[in-house]
């Protein structure tokens, strides 16, 4: 069978098998989910074998076997999927997003930065709620797991099985219990500190939808799919009254901060505020036109907040029992609601994948958190490493902030970028998308030369070390254009497999490339010369890189390997292996020691460079798939593109620790937290990147709040002296 056969066969199977599965029930959800996140990792450009489809599938589990996580500096992305909760901490500072996408995500509130993404989840997760302190997150999943998750640096400190799939969790107002509410219609009690199971309430029928602590601690609300409301004694359990009135499945249900009023919302459309003593609702909004899906009072309680599949929230005056505003909501419906702590903001999720911030006096939009819709394939920071490049298949080129994450140009391509790569001053910028290459101008972003490649996709390019000549490779050929006007010089090579990656020796005279051919091959640039043929991948060949001093050429194979070569002889010195699907990229830190890969699965691998032995895994918030990967010009960072949308740079933990100089001078503060220590920097300047060191080799990259704080937690085990340092980027060190 061809390979592009068999791709299909794969795709089409898992395709009916999907739209079987959610055929049966709406509990199926999940398994549409799994379907379609499977029918993506299997829908790759053609030319896979089937045998590496069979690896794909296979592999998928090890993504719940957390090595590391990358310390990441910036992260540009958002949900895959709709977001179906939305929690603020107690102090504002911080929102949190869960979705069917099977993730969790931390955003800081001011900004829309995305902080941190939990993830490893099996499916969907359905509900979030803060402790009182904020210090942690409580989380229930389509999976059948309750997690508690440390927020600072994303630890998982328990997980524990519930009877069915977790539609709604809750937090009372002391922290010492946990609610859960479950698709086969459980209510049950955890204790929160170790996830203890404490009692299951009696008298509920169909799936729990909502639950909520009273603000008083004495009572439990749930809102089910029989249309009722059930409210239990905590101190005992017992149930002390079902009310009635919903016409359909209870959605959402919210205490007023006196605990003597109860919100609830319903698919059949309408918002109820009952009083909780007597049971009896006095209150009946229907200003919507379809299912409510959330509602929320704010802290104060002056105001009440529904999201709705309509597409609308809308905010109420509590008080005078009148409506306020009506807020446009999302294309995919309203989902999930949230105020501020401090009420002048609301929060929703939608069907759309977005996550809207609205301010609650006149109903502007404050913040939009959405991902970029499509994958990006490309990364490269300018030689001073102020900007990273990105391109993606929404035809876009975006220039970044490299420290920040700002992004502060997007160019159009008009086709899918697939490569970009600056020009050694940084002035121009080279990119690949489909049949043509281009040169740009970084400082206004004009279009300079559009390099026609003749109606063959451009697969790769590589930018010499003096800026004067542009490399393309395609299917057959290897061009050479020259940048300063962008005519062709002349073929460096015809009749290559694929020519899938290259790259430039550091002195210019060598260009490597990988080919679909299984092979290495180095051409003598002046005289286009084939030096030599490098053997010994067994299938393509999808990334290069010379060591810094150009002594050695790393490749990237899908066969899952890197091997490192001898220049001068083309010498196999080292195979290195670990990587469980297609490698994708690899790259040589700027001081020669280290050696990163990103394949597939998400994980990227670091390897010493002098002996191949690992170093690290990072697999962790690293994605699904990665398609490129960068260090820094001075090494310090790691960017890398993933197919979910999304753009992050991280801290390289092999980096030299900066040289601080008089930046060192600044205010920390430590404590001891059991076996680590919380260094926190104080009175820096607001978000900032910031290098902390410990005891002159381990280092964290942070970026100072609003507040000019910065923070980061290290192990203490052997509870002596440590020596903590911390530079503001900003000031150049």
Request: charged share 20%.
């Amino acid at each position: 069978m061809h390979p592009r056969n068999a791709a299909a066969a794969w795709r089409f199977f898992i395709l009916i098998w999907g739209f079987a599965m959610l055929r049966k029930s709406e509990a199926n959800r999940r398994i549409y989910v799994m379907h379609r996140r499977v029918y993506r990792i299997l829908n790759w450009r053609a030319g896979m074998a089937t045998a590496s489809m069979v690896v794909g599938l296979v592999v998928w589990p090890v993504f719940a076997a957390a090595q590391n996580r990358p310390d990441i500096g910036w992260i540009a992305a958002g949900h895959e999927d709709d977001v179906v909760s939305i929690a603020y901490s107690p102090d504002g500072e911080t929102l949190a997003t869960a979705s069917y996408d099977f993730t969790i995500k931390l955003w800081r509130a001011s900004d829309g930065a995305l902080i941190r993404t939990l993830g490893r989840f099996t499916s969907g997760v359905f509900s979030i709620a803060f402790m009182p302190d904020g210090q942690t997150l409580v989380s229930g999943s389509f999976d059948e797991t309750l997690r508690l998750y440390r927020v600072f640096d994303g630890e998982l400190l328990w997980s524990v099985r519930d009877s069915d799939q977790v539609l709604c969790v809750a937090v009372s107002s002391d922290g010492a219990l946990i609610a859960s509410g479950t698709s086969d219609g459980t209510v049950s009690l955890w204790r929160s500190s170790d996830g203890q199971f404490l009692r299951a309430l009696p008298g509920n029928v169909g799936h729990v939808r909502s639950v909520a602590f009273s603000p008083d601690g004495n009572l439990l609300a749930a809102g089910s799919d029989d249309n009722f409301i059930k409210l239990w004694s905590i101190p005992d359990g017992a149930l002390l009254g079902k009310w009635s009135g919903h016409t359909d499945s209870v959605t959402s249900v919210a205490f007023l901060r006196n605990s003597r009023v109860l919100a609830s919302g319903s698919r059949d459309a309408s918002v109820r505020l009952w009083n909780v003593r007597t049971g009896i609702a006095f209150w009946t909004i229907r200003e919507h036109t379809d299912d409510v899906r959330s509602v929320a009072f704010s802290r104060d309680g002056r105001m009440l907040a529904s999201a709705s599949e309509d597409g609308s929230v809308r905010l109420y005056d509590v008080e005078q029992q009148a409506p306020l505003l009506r807020l446009p909501g999302h294309s995919g419906g309203a989902l999930a609601v949230a105020f501020a702590p401090n009420g002048r903001t609301v929060a929703s999720g939608g069907g759309d994948s977005s996550v809207s911030i609205w301010r609650t006096s006149d109903g502007g939009l404050v913040l939009s958190l959405s991902r970029n819709r499509l994958p990006f394939n490309a990364v490269a920071f300018s030689p001073d490493g102020r900007l990273l490049a990105s391109g993606d298949e929404s035809d876009a080129i975006r220039l970044w902030d490299a420290q920040q994450g700002t992004r502060l140009r997007v160019m159009s391509a008009g086709r899918n970028v697939d490569a970009v790569e600056f020009s050694p001053n940084g002035r121009l910028l080279a990119t690949a998308q489909s049949t043509t290459a281009a040169i740009w101008r970084v400082a206004d972003g004009a279009l300079l030369h559009s390099l026609n490649n003749r109606d063959n996709d451009v697969y790769s390019i590589a930018m010499s070390p003096d800026g004067r000549t542009l490399a393309t490779g395609d299917q057959t050929i290897i061009r050479l254009w020259r940048t300063r006007n962008g005519h062709e010089k002349h073929p460096l090579a015809r009749r290559i497999d694929g020519a899938r990656a290259l790259a430039f020796s550091p002195d210019g005279r060598i260009l490597a490339a990988g080919t679909g051919g299984r092979e290495v091959l180095l051409w003598r640039v002046s005289d286009r010369t084939l030096l030599r043929t490098l053997q010994g991948h067994t299938t393509d060949v999808a990334s290069v890189a010379f060591s810094p001093d150009g002594q050695t050429l790393a490749s990237g194979s899908w066969d899952r390997t890197v091997r490192l070569w001898r220049v001068a002889d083309g010498t196999l010195l080292h195979t290195l292996t670990g990587h469980a699907m297609f490698l994708a990229s690899v790259a040589y830190s700027p001081d020669g020691t280290t050696v990163a890969s990103a394949d597939w699965s998400g994980f990227v691998k670091f390897w010493r460079a002098s002996d191949g032995e690992p170093l690290a895994t990072w697999d962790e918030e690293t994605g699904p798939r990665i398609n490129a990967l960068r260090f820094s010009p001075d090494g310090r960072a790691v960017a890398y593109a993933r197919e979910d949308a999304t753009v992050a740079v991280a801290m390289n933990p092999y980096a030299d620790p900066p040289d601080c100089g008089q930046n060192a001078e600044l205010s920390i503060r430590c404590r001891r937290d059991g076996r680590k220590v919380v260094a926190t920097l104080e009175s820096a300047t607001p978000q900032t990147q910031v290098i902390f060191t410990i005891d002159g080799g381990q280092t964290a990259l942070r970026r100072t709040g609003r507040n000019g704080k910065a923070q980061v937690k290290y192990a203490d085990q052997e509870r002596g002296p440590h020596v903590v340092r911390a530079c503001a980027l900003e000031s150049g060190c």
